[in-house]
């Protein structure tokens, strides 16, 4: 070897850099494969870590290089084609690399000390032929045989008191143990039935026919799934999975909320798992050790099927043979803070660089979506009837203008539907997309409200914890006696939240079982797949939600489902408040009838003239769509545009100000791109600090690269003190 060459790291350091750092990397370290291991190195005064990206051998530089204190690992935790990926991603949405790098890791592995590792015995079966006498010791050793090896815990749930018959079996070397790691099981006590696939639909069996053709052709292809609620999208993705399945590939299914992964993973545990395939579960539900126990098993290939959300499209899976993208328009896909990706677009993206079919699925799709479908870009498949012929719900508006409204902000017809739904012995479903008990308390006698110290917000009213409570930055105060602008006692929640509805409906309804979901009730882990087992054993009559029930939970004795407040969304100052409306509208409404019984949906609004309630009422798509896409062209805003959103924020109001007027004037656009802005966000106060927003539109992708390029040589001029978010692609622009 030339001595005077040197082996040189490329290094992506889990820090916020601008670009990755070159160590000197000893020869002793070049055993295996180093791209993609954890190293430690030195970074300034302190140790970091980082992730090797690139290892080349070259001339000793001019300049001195520090030297890679260690590898954290005894091989790669990212392949080549998740770094370049990861890359690719860091670059479209201008973030560090080694940010979006830590962004993919587990904590556990972002840190110099992994979370500890247990250990445990575990017991396998040795080559001796013949065979114990007792039965016991026969059971125990047929039964260890076939699982290939287990732990002591998982003997003791299968056999009372084996402890004799396994010391036993172990003397006489029928039995080997040794001391292993041990990984959490998630799916600890939740026992599934079995079940085999069903026969499909036409539409159906022509959808998992396109999707296995693309398997077999092993290039990427990109699908839209269209179906109506319950027209059976689970099962076609279930049914294309086996198909990748058999061709000895992995799939990654994603979710938009963690609320719907148990039911979820139920249905793939009993397809699957008698078959031999592992399922992985990633989300932020899981404990540090939980998830970098799951992503050490796929980094091991142990796992064949990774559901999980938006998180889980950096899976480290070798054998990707498709993506599946189920509530594909979402906006829970969209990361809001730090590396602010969309994970339905970066499964496209993976799907292409690794050459896998990808699969996006909804009742509602993105705009976005369907005028990609209409355009070529992806390939539509419909699904316009519900499984087994049942019919869609019947929606009916009720107009709140004319109704002196009960407890609960409940009209009168839907409190008599309530009652008859009650007398039936079947279930309700109502929507209220407010927390709390009410948005916030109101002095009678001078209008003031409570605010948030922090945030430019009303402070909403939790009356179970006697405490008033900001959604953005979680500030919480017990509400005054008297009101602090008049001294005057009249202080009374305005409002309704579902925490008040929840307690209205027990006093109308005293002996219904009623139970709330919101992220209140489910913050406690396992606390939503207990509500939702609960559900779907018919263990609660009416269930009161957020939007956490409009998402694809399949309740089959839910038969009427109650809006509070159409209009809320419809009013929301967005030009998505259409698209995000109808949407949840379409989604709640087919939570109803899923069953064998015919299904009602009763919508509470002022506005029963408005054309989006229209379209939902009578499950028009496409007629949403022809309504409300030639707005979006006229005004270049996506799918017709693309904008980025730029966000100054900072503890000074005016240096903030300043600064965000000195950048809009020094970018110096292509005559393509407009700047809006500056002005201050809608929310101009937020924990603390105050913002403002530029915002860069333009009708094609390239003009506005080139000035984001522009903008990254801009933002190293700004004072420490003013920070400059990029979101590129935004959905919530607040």
């Given at each position: 070897?030339?001595?005077?060459?040197?082996?040189?790291?490329e290094?992506?350091?889990?820090?916020p850099?601008?670009?990755?750092?070159?160590?000197l990397l000893?020869?002793?370290?070049l055993?295996?494969e180093?791209?993609?291991?954890?190293v430690?190195?030195?970074?300034?005064?302190?140790?970091?870590?980082?992730?090797?990206?690139?290892?080349?051998?070259k001339?000793?530089?001019d300049?001195?290089?520090k030297?890679?204190?260690?590898?954290?690992d005894?091989?790669p935790?990212?392949?080549?084609?998740l770094?370049?990926?990861?890359?690719r991603?860091?670059?479209?949405?201008?973030?560090?690399?080694?940010l979006?790098?830590?962004?993919?890791?587990?904590?556990?592995?972002?840190q110099?000390?992994?979370?500890p590792?247990?250990?445990v015995?575990?017991?396998?079966?040795?080559?001796?032929?013949?065979?114990?006498?007792?039965?016991?010791?026969r059971?125990?050793?047929?039964?260890?045989?076939?699982?290939?090896?287990?732990?002591?815990?998982?003997?003791?749930?299968?056999?009372?008191?084996p402890?004799?018959?396994?010391k036993?079996?172990e003397?006489?070397?029928?039995?080997?143990?040794?001391?292993?790691?041990?990984?959490r099981d998630?799916f600890?006590?939740?026992?599934?039935?079995?079940?085999?696939?069903?026969?499909?639909?036409e539409?159906?069996?022509?959808?998992?026919?396109a999707v296995?053709?693309?398997?077999?052709?092993?290039?990427?292809?990109?699908?839209l799934?269209?179906?109506?609620?319950?027209?059976?999208?689970?099962?076609?993705y279930?049914?294309?999975i086996?198909?990748?399945?058999e061709?000895?590939?992995?799939?990654?299914?994603?979710?938009?909320?963690?609320?719907?992964?148990?039911?979820?993973?139920a249905?793939?545990?009993a397809?699957?798992?008698?078959?031999?395939?592992?399922?992985?579960?990633?989300?932020?539900?899981?404990?540090?050790?939980?998830?970098?126990?799951?992503?050490?098993?796929?980094?091991?290939?142990?796992?064949?099927?990774?559901?999980?959300a938006r998180?889980?499209?950096?899976?480290p899976?070798?054998?990707?043979?498709?993506?599946?993208?189920?509530?594909?328009h979402?906006?829970?896909?969209?990361?809001?803070?730090g590396?602010?990706?969309?994970?339905?677009?970066?499964?496209?993206?993976?799907?292409?660089?690794?050459?896998?079919?990808?699969?996006?699925?909804?009742?509602?799709?993105?705009?976005?979506?369907?005028?990609?479908?209409?355009?070529?870009?992806?390939?539509?498949?419909?699904?316009?009837?519900?499984?087994?012929?049942?019919?869609?719900?019947?929606?009916?508006?009720?107009?709140?203008g004319?109704?002196?409204?009960?407890?609960?902000?409940?009209?009168?017809?839907?409190?008599?539907?309530?009652?008859?739904?009650?007398?039936?012995?079947?279930?309700?479903?109502?929507l209220?997309?407010?927390?709390?008990?009410?948005?916030?308390l109101?002095?009678?006698d001078?209008?003031?409200s409570f605010?948030?110290?922090?945030?430019?917000?009303?402070?909403?009213w939790?009356?179970?914890?006697?405490?008033?409570?900001?959604?953005?930055?979680?500030?919480?105060?017990?509400p005054?006696?008297?009101?602090?602008?008049?001294?005057?006692?009249?202080l009374?929640?305005?409002?309704?939240?579902?925490?008040?509805?929840?307690?209205?409906?027990?006093?109308?309804?005293?002996a219904?079982?009623?139970?709330?979901?919101?992220?209140d009730?489910?913050?406690?882990?396992?606390?939503?797949?207990?509500?939702?087992?609960?559900?779907?054993?018919?263990?609660?009559?009416?269930l009161?939600g957020?939007?956490?029930?409009?998402?694809?939970?399949?309740?089959?004795?839910?038969?009427?489902?109650?809006?509070?407040?159409?209009?809320?969304?419809?009013?929301?100052?967005?030009?998505?408040?259409a698209?995000?409306?109808?949407?949840l509208?379409?989604q709640?409404?087919?939570?109803?009838?899923?069953?064998?019984?015919?299904?009602r949906?009763?919508?509470q609004?002022?506005?029963?003239?408005?054309?989006?309630l229209?379209?939902?009422?009578?499950?028009?798509?496409q007629?949403f769509?022809d309504?409300?896409?030639?707005?979006?062209?006229?005004?270049d805003?996506?799918?017709?545009?693309?904008l980025?959103?730029?966000?100054?924020s900072?503890?000074?109001?005016?240096?903030?100000?300043?600064?965000?007027?000195?950048?809009?004037?020094?970018?110096?656009?292509?005559?393509?791109?407009?700047?809006l802005?500056?002005?201050?966000?809608p929310?101009?106060?937020?924990?603390?600090?105050?913002?403002m927003?530029?915002?860069?539109k333009?009708?094609?992708?390239?003009?506005?690269?080139?000035?984001?390029?522009q903008l990254?040589?801009?933002?190293?001029?700004?004072?420490?003190?003013?920070?400059l978010?990029?979101?590129?692609d935004?959905v919530?622009m607040?």
């Amino acid at each position: 070897m030339d001595t005077e060459s040197f082996f040189i790291a490329e290094i992506a350091v889990l820090a916020p850099l601008p670009h990755c750092l070159s160590y000197l990397l000893p020869p002793s370290c070049l055993d295996g494969e180093v791209v993609g291991r954890r190293v430690q190195v030195p970074l300034g005064g302190r140790s970091a870590v980082g992730v090797v990206v690139a290892v080349s051998q070259k001339p000793a530089p001019d300049y001195a290089l520090k030297s890679v204190t260690i590898f954290l690992d005894d091989g790669p935790v990212l392949t080549p084609q998740l770094l370049a990926f990861v890359r690719r991603a860091a670059a479209y949405y201008c973030h560090p690399f080694g940010l979006a790098l830590k962004t993919a890791l587990p904590s556990g592995l972002t840190q110099l000390k992994p979370p500890p590792v247990k250990q445990v015995t575990v017991y396998r079966t040795t080559e001796k032929s013949d065979r114990p006498r007792g039965h016991l010791q026969r059971d125990l050793l047929d039964w260890i045989s076939d699982q290939g090896s287990v732990s002591l815990e998982q003997i003791r749930q299968q056999f009372a008191q084996p402890h004799a018959a396994l010391k036993r079996l172990e003397e006489q070397q029928w039995l080997a143990s040794c001391v292993a790691t041990r990984h959490r099981d998630l799916f600890t006590g939740q026992a599934v039935v079995a079940d085999s696939a069903p026969s499909l639909s036409e539409e159906q069996a022509a959808a998992v026919q396109a999707v296995a053709d693309a398997l077999t052709r092993g290039r990427f292809c990109p699908f839209l799934l269209q179906g109506v609620t319950g027209s059976g999208k689970t099962e076609v993705y279930l049914q294309s999975i086996a198909c990748c399945l058999e061709q000895n590939r992995q799939a990654l299914v994603l979710v938009p909320e963690i609320a719907l992964t148990p039911q979820l993973v139920a249905r793939f545990r009993a397809r699957f798992e008698g078959a031999g395939r592992h399922i992985g579960v990633l989300h932020s539900g899981l404990s540090d050790g939980e998830r970098h126990d799951v992503w050490r098993r796929i980094n091991r290939d142990d796992i064949d099927i990774v559901i999980g959300a938006r998180s889980a499209i950096f899976a480290p899976l070798m054998r990707l043979g498709m993506i599946v993208v189920d509530e594909e328009h979402d906006d829970s896909y969209k990361q809001g803070e730090g590396f602010r990706y969309q994970g339905r677009d970066l499964a496209l993206l993976r799907g292409q660089m690794e050459q896998v079919p990808v699969l996006l699925g909804s009742a509602t799709p993105s705009l976005t979506s369907f005028v990609r479908a209409r355009e070529g870009q992806l390939q539509r498949l419909l699904l316009t009837r519900r499984v087994a012929e049942r019919t869609l719900p019947a929606v009916e508006l009720v107009e709140l203008g004319g109704e002196e409204l009960m407890p609960g902000a409940l009209s009168p017809t839907l409190h008599a539907a309530l009652e008859q739904t009650l007398q039936r012995g079947e279930q309700a479903l109502l929507l209220l997309n407010r927390r709390g008990f009410s948005p916030y308390l109101l002095c009678r006698d001078c209008g003031t409200s409570f605010r948030c110290p922090n945030c430019d917000i009303t402070l909403t009213w939790h009356r179970s914890r006697g405490l008033l409570r900001c959604h953005y930055c979680d500030y919480q105060q017990p509400p005054d006696e008297t009101c602090s602008n008049c001294g005057g006692a009249a202080l009374e929640p305005e409002g309704v939240g579902t925490e008040q509805l929840q307690q209205a409906l027990q006093e109308l309804f005293p002996a219904a079982r009623i139970a709330r979901m919101d992220r209140d009730t489910t913050q406690a882990k396992g606390a939503q797949q207990q509500l939702v087992e609960r559900m779907a054993n018919c263990e609660v009559d009416i269930l009161v939600g957020t939007q956490m029930v409009a998402k694809g939970h399949d309740f089959s004795g839910v038969t009427l489902v109650g809006i509070i407040d159409a209009d809320a969304a419809l009013n929301f100052p967005d030009f998505r408040a259409a698209e995000r409306s109808f949407a949840l509208l379409a989604q709640v409404a087919g939570r109803a009838g899923r069953g064998e019984r015919l299904g009602r949906v009763l919508v509470q609004t002022r506005t029963p003239d408005n054309a989006i309630l229209h379209c939902a009422v009578s499950h028009d798509y496409q007629a949403f769509a022809d309504q409300e896409l030639p707005v979006r062209q006229l005004l270049d805003y996506p799918p017709y545009g693309y904008l980025v959103n730029l966000v100054l924020s900072g503890l000074n109001r005016q240096q903030v100000e300043e600064q965000a007027q000195w950048l809009a004037a020094a970018l110096t656009p292509d005559t393509a791109v407009e700047i809006l802005g500056p002005a201050p966000c809608p929310l101009f106060r937020l924990r603390n600090r105050y913002r403002m927003q530029i915002l860069l539109k333009a009708p094609s992708r390239p003009p506005l690269r080139q000035l984001l390029n522009q903008l990254l040589r801009l933002a190293v001029r700004l004072p420490s003190q003013v920070r400059l978010a990029i979101d590129v692609d935004p959905v919530d622009m607040m």
